[in-house]
């Protein structure tokens, strides 16, 4: 898809980017700060210029993903049935021209195309217990690692946040590289270490098996430590190395695989004011979870921009990945008429008790194959409200009737979600920069979320081009 390159900007053209994404942020806050569950209680369709509401209105999902996502579905014309206003358009050319580049939607890597549920690039005992997409991160992750290792002449790999050891297990057991696994949850490194021996066993059969096989490696586990990582603070246990050479010499390489939140912050910092560590391999998530301020912004050139605050909306909807929704809309399943049914259950619960404002409903099972009544009635039940209350049907079918007004406003603030991704990422850009140290891009596709490395400034740009085109 059309957008920016990072890796081909300089650093004045970054700071441009920067400025650019902050005013176009500010300009639509109030579409970006909506909740949709207050479609209806806050009249969300009236803020919308009329000229949109006329273009928008009566669109259905798949209209909704190629004309307004740009997202056509295969063999889909774009036409528009009317003129568009320009203030409409221009926001779409606007979300797509300043975003970070990101791999064409629907692109299933190669290695699932002759089993969508295991890759072919993987062993099977690093695809157990592991889902089709984190198979495709950790193994595009961990060949990441294995080069900027070959690179810097750094086996030793730190992996911070590591959960289950899944990206571990395949850096040291299939990759050969010595890790340290840090996790903070001591029942998740009990289960890693479960896995290990699992593996393990699995590569060991397998070895006899196929004993004309030639290892390149000997089988050497992860070693797992618990130990939560203070984003505010460096963490010892992360500069260890696992070898006993002396503390000058030993150098290491850090990686996160989901490192959410302020996490990924600490691995920033650690990466820029530690020599021991050469590089860094980081795949952020959760940014609504990242502390403000402290997590963002974090270089001083986004920190001085006017509206470069990013509330906690803002940043939980550049989580979602837009390449997934539009393909949602495509099939125009039911499942999306919960947006509507929400918004519905929401002025219920206003009326009922309006000092109750959001409150967290629990997923109420295959909400979309019920009434809009039945849904209603569930949901006042878990928010500890009357679920026999008296209802307007007629109120409620009003609501259900404007699900794809629902849908389109919902679309309109997902169109902007990923300037709020590249401007958060270009701020740890600019904040690495202002560290003096190399920074590469991995566009996100709806298969992985963004990977930015990091070298020391001893790497030659010729040098950085071969890493990145072989990958």
Known sequence: ????????????????????????????????????????????????????????????????????????????????????????????????????????????????????????????????HVRPKKQHEIRRLGELVRKLSDLTGCTQVV??????????????????????????????????QHLDREVLQALEKEEKRNPQVVQTHSPRSPHHVVQWVDPGTLCEEVLLPLETSPRSEARLLLTGLHACGDLSVALLRHFSSCPEVAALASVGCCYMKLSDPGGYPLSRCVAALPGCELSYRLREGACHALEDYAERLQEAGPGLRTHCYRAALETVIRHVQPQLRRPGVQGIPR?????????????????????QLPLSRAALEAQQAQENRVVAFYSLALLLAPLVETLILLDRLLYLQEQETWCWWLPRGRWARPSLSWRRKTLMPAEERRILDSI
């Open 1 to 128: 898809m059309p957008g920016v390159s990072a890796r081909g900007l300089s650093l004045e053209e970054r700071r441009q980017l920067a400025v650019d994404l902050t005013r176009v942020l500010s300009l639509y806050r109030p579409l970006l700060d909506a909740y949709i569950i207050e479609f209806f209680t806050d009249s969300l369709w009236g803020t919308l210029p009329r000229s949109w509401q006329e273009a928008l209105d009566g669109l259905d999902p798949p209209q909704l993903a190629t004309l307004l996502l740009g997202m056509p579905g295969e063999g889909d014309v774009v036409r528009y049935r009317s003129v568009w206003p320009l203030t409409l358009l221009a926001l779409k050319s606007t979300a797509r021209a300043l975003a970070f580049t990101r791999t064409p939607k629907f692109q299933t890597p190669s290695e699932f195309r002759e089993n969508p549920s295991q890759s072919s690039r993987l062993k099977a005992p690093f695809r157990k």
């Open 159 to 192: 992996d911070v946040g590591s959960g289950q050891g899944h990206l571990s297990r395949f850096m040291s057991l299939g990759l050969g590289l010595r890790v340290k696994s840090i996790e903070g949850d001591q029942r998740l490194v009990q289960r890693a």
């Open 367 to 387: 909400a979309h194959e019920l009434k809009i009544e039945e849904y209603v009635q569930r949901g006042l039940q878990r928010v500890g409200l009357d679920p």
